[in-house]
Structure formats: C-alpha cells, structure tokens
C-alpha cells in the first residue's frame, strides 16, 4: 500500500544551527504534501503544504523542498530554537480519497 | 479564530463500558475526520465526513466504532464495549476542502482515551 516515512527517528540540533528533517514516499501520482508539528500533549499542528507542481515553498524559517524523482521531501528549520523541539510528521493524501498517510515521525530535539 | 476543539481531553473507563468523543470543528469548515494515535506511531485515519454524510468509513476497525455528524458541524464518535487495545490518542481534524484534498486538515488536541 501508499506509504510515507520519515529517514530517522530521533535528530537533535544545537540551538541557532539548522536541521533537516527527510521523508521519503512510494506512490508516484501523490500531488499533496504536507507536514506537521506535534508538541507533547497536543495535536498535529499545520506548518506548511506543497503541491507537486512545485520544487520548493518557503515559509517563515521553515522551507520544504519536494524531489519527484526520487519521491522524497524534506523540511528545512532555520535558526532552531527551543520551541522547535517536537515531533514532525510528513503527511500525503491516499490517492483518491481524503485520508491523510502519516510517517512515523521524527522526534526534533533542540539543544541549549 | 477559534481551531478545533476536543472534549473530554482525557477520558479513563472500564473495560466493557460505552464512550462519547466529542468534535468541534472549524466554524464552516465542511469535511471533518476521526485519526486515532497511538503511542509513538502517527495518526491512523478512522472516518471521514463531508457535511452531515460519512464519506468514507474505511478505517473503523470494527462495528463497535460509530460516528456521527447530524447537523454537519459537531461530531461524536462512540466506542461500544470498549476493550483495552482501544486506548489511544483521539484526534479530531477539519478542512475547508469541499470535495478535493489540496487543502491542509487542521487538528484539535485530541481526547486521550485509557481503558482499565
């Protein structure tokens, strides 16, 4: 079936350097990306989507780069800060329905 | 503006016993979805609906898992007879999407449910 996974469990940053977060899925036709922050005891938060028809979307200190090719996305954090640390999930629709395909996701730790 | 909102934020019941989970969506959002969420893994879609009609309910497990959505804004998702593999993180998600997926679901902070 569709999947989608993140590269690592666990990745841990010195505060104000930046971090990449990788994940990678297996059906060719997904269009929509999106990814997510999950801070403990709460839900998903929406940080920012992408469409296939793009390569790259930038939003404030963060930036998702998108490699059909390879059927790999990622999500770029500038300037980390203690806030950041959290859960990440990358998320993709199942071709031709609206559930949402979560990875496991990867656990951000910011170090002071 | 307000996000979605979840009640209870904990719910701890027998096993056996009957549970209500309760969604607020996103004032005017249209499509509304049930995740559940288990420890260290990701959110696993349950049900999604479009208005008042349940769209695609293919990730229920079992017939103990129902939800409703009468009015197309509020929704209940219940549990029968509930066992302990059913503790688990309930997520509830909203989206102005009307009919195709290119919009982002937004999520609530969930109702973590335990069965003793």
């Known amino acids: 079936g569709e999947s989608v996974g993140l590269h690592l469990p666990t990745l841990s940053v010195q505060e104000g350097d930046n971090s990449i977060i990788n994940c990678a899925y297996s059906n060719s036709a997904s269009d929509y990306f999106i990814w997510y922050k999950q801070e403990s005891g709460k839900g998903p938060q929406f940080i920012i989507d992408?469409?296939?028809?793009?390569d790259k979307r930038q939003g404030q200190r963060v930036t998702v780069l998108l490699n059909k090719t390879v059927k790999h996305l990622s999500l770029q954090i500038a300037a980390t800060q203690p806030g950041d640390s959290a859960v990440y999930f990358c998320a993709a629709p199942l071709q031709g329905a609206q559930k949402l395909v979560f990875g496991q996701g990867t656990r951000l730790t910011i170090n002071p | 503006g307000a996000g979605v909102s979840q009640t209870p934020s904990n719910k701890v019941t027998e096993k056996g016993k009957y549970v209500e989970l309760r969604c607020d969506p996103i004032?005017?959002?249209?499509?509304l979805y049930w995740y559940r969420q288990s420890l260290g893994q990701g959110p696993e879609f349950l049900i999604y609906f479009q208005g008042t009609g349940a769209a695609d309910d293919s990730g229920l497990p079992n017939d103990r898992f129902f939800a409703v959505r009468p009015e197309g804004s509020v929704s209940t998702l219940k549990i029968q007879r509930t066992e302990r593999g059913d503790s688990a993180v309930y997520l509830c998600?909203?989206?102005?999407?009307?009919?195709?997926?290119?919009?982002?679901?937004?999520f609530g902070d969930g109702t973590r449910l335990s069965i003793l």
């Open positions: 992408i469409r296939s028809n793009m």
């Open positions: 998600a909203s989206s102005s999407a009307p009919t195709g997926v290119d919009q982002p679901q937004h």
């Open positions: 004032s005017g959002h249209t499509a």
